[in-house]
């Protein structure tokens, strides 16, 4: 009874996110003035305007001579007009400004020199043609760019031709990260031998959620380790908030009570907002504010940490600048086999993923949430709603891509009876440092073959003897696979 | 005669491509040793295995008491068994190591606490049951990543946790990039009041270059302005080689001869492999070697550097680092009208494109090669292959997207008669800082309510006098849009 409250109490990932979101008080950082040189992916504060007209001057838009357009009208081949050079024409090449009452250019294949003070032209050039005008490209007042806007390289041309050499942009995000846990080891204090005392474990969970403050925009600190003790806990959280911190992490360490004293000293300091949501890994993600700012209970197993965090802070960082995350690429996928989830708790779950004739087919990797290799090693993730009770090797579902999407073309799909020589092959080719993965998912000779047969593999291992035969698996090949094109 | 001769010698870009890149020495940047916890991003240079198993030792899955398995066979709820707690059973905490010898645990909910000394159990556990194994996520000695692996913020939680506390990867491309030219100016040496003297234009192309290398992992050096001067430009290039540079670009001036004087600079030090590629805007692209080391004349004019830069330098720097660029996002768009296009040479044409109805429509910017205004509004770049003569409205093609797709949903198509209103509501729209774009084509009233009529357009300019009724439009809308949903 106990348990089934809590669970009822969890609020799904889209609840979650709106209740807390709805909570902010501090909804964008500082708007900060920065040199046009270092505003790339930096997000506008205010829409920005041109201070100067681009180009500055009427200039030659050909090589050719100047001239005045009213002076050649009625010239023709029949009637040309002889034009004193220096006085009437005046020589230009391209880019160069055109001299003062000067408003088009003829082209220096269309000018016939009769000696050096002298040329003879034979048609009359209209008012600006071959005349690159003042503010063709930009003209100062015009809108450049407009609020909330990411600045790509492209910008900062068109910012610094319209005379905009400094820019006001929302400041990056700061995020303090603050790692905790007694059994927690710092890696840069580890001895040369890389010996951990017993029951010691590498702490990793900060370094990736600075790396992953920095990929969408925001500026990590990491803290040093907090021991599992309250007033510690509570005394990092006020340092981090005192220091200008925009939004706290504090990952606590995955053992039973870290995650109790995150909660309570966020209860001490604030409002907890939301404690446990409904997707896993994730679940024990707490979400809390303190004076209005954001402070995060980050889940402590490695790839609960990397998955609450994509839910909750990596949207954070967006709105705080104003700016909105790109989708991550999708594509559809064929499970390779029935995937059962737990209703009502939305599940992550990591697939690798290959192509297979023309189909791109998903096979889960192990759902261990303390196993970052399982992040690693995944091509995808497909997320089974909280409603849903699983999803079915008969239907398509879309999978979130974690690589490129050429990437997946690497990816070699084995189904079928378990059989050693895959993983030995599988690990001489990673040892040779080659990117090719083996995917391979272990369901028995006969599925196996009825993968093959479905074209939901590239390869099957089979070990079914014909009692009939005494022969080893030609005989079921010929029953399942008939017609198909099979290398034994 | 010889105006053709020129176009015959040109390279397409991939055979441009081809031909430079292969005669590259330096195929790849030195490697160099970083910390784990600045690696996002960066290239391994060789295969990373890891050093340490993770978990180190076994630990406790569940929270309840470590036993050894095989005390427990035989029990059930009809042969429950005593266990004296500290010697056959030890309490743990989930995530706790195991006491030396035990290989199990049974969970808090299953146990039967007779007093501080005793507990009863009323069913076996298995060896390693609820047990989290040494090496569960990562054994010693397994490849963490391959050779060549762009390191993403998950990886390195893999790699701390395998015990690489440092990785080798390959140095940052250095770019060094000299802006050549003497009409241009340094932005950050114009006075406060940004008067310019007459015929002198801001350079900007050197600050959206070094940002286009940033962006594609590489180390941007901008070198001082170099006026056109041959012996400056050779000199300017031979510090940069010395400097230990990897890429030299020289993005000369728009100016006639600018463009001279690098070519015979990088002829002077070491080869000219292509000069001209059949690209456009682009086309002056110099590809050049000295001492095995790629020297590139980047052309002068905004869109032109750009573009010749997304074809030469940025493979360039993904090669160097061992890694490939991502794939720019396309999609199929409709052009508005028919789009003529010179033969012989491959167009990069700037569209608007926006959505109307289900389908993306695209409207062609102006050309202008000068103009960074062209690419900065674009929402994407159709490329027009060299053998074609241009792209029908009736087809559709396939456009390099510059926004993110969803960006597509706020640009308004206006097709029509030219309306000076919709050139202010677009003004006006765009002073307040919106993001929404109006997409503007002038191709007559009733092109404009074709265009309605075949989807293509938001909105429609038109002015068409009806004689017999002496009324605007009215008439022609009945005729033209019988039984579409118009708001006039």
Known sequence: MERRKV??????????????????????????????????????????????????????????????????????????????????????????????????????????????????????????????KVGEDIIATQLLLPQNHRIRAIDIGALISGGVFSVKVWSLPKVAIIPSGSELVDYRKVRDDKTLEPGKILESNSSVLAAMVRENGGEPVIYELVPDDQSLIRAAIKGALDSGADIVIINAGSSAGSKDYTVHAIEDLGEVVVHGVAMMPGKPTILGLIKGKPVIGNPGYSVSSVLSFDQFVKPLLYILQGAEAAEPHKIRVRPTRDIPSKLGIEEFLRVSIGKVGDRYVATPLARAAGSITTLTRAEGIIRIPELSEGISQSEEVEAELLVDEKDLLNTVVFIGSHDMTIDLIADEIRKEGNAIRISSSNVGSLGGLIALRKRTCHISGSHLLDPDSGQYNLSYIQRYLKGLPVAV
Do not use: C
């Not at 505003?39 to 050909?62: D, Q």
């Not at 081949?77 to 002889?82: G, L, N, W, Y």
């Open 7 to 132: 669970y009822l109490a969890m609020k799904s990932v889209g609840e979650a996110r709106e209740l807390f979101f709805s909570k902010l008080t501090h909804r964008r950082t500082k708007p900060q003035e920065v040199d046009t040189n270092e505003a790339l992916g930096r997000v506008t504060a205010e829409p920005v305007f041109a201070t100067l007209s681009s180009p500055t001057y009427h200039s030659a838009a050909m090589d050719g001579v100047a001239v005045r357009s009213e002076l050649t009208y009625g010239t023709s081949e029949r009637k040309p007009k002889i034009l004193m050079v220096g006085k009437d024409a005046v020589l230009v090449n391209t880019g160069q400004p055109l001299p003062e009452g000067f408003d088009s250019v003829i082209m220096v294949e269309k000018l016939h020199q009769i000696d050096d003070e002298h040329i003879e032209i034979r048609s009359p050039v209209y008012p600006w043609q071959n005349v690159r």
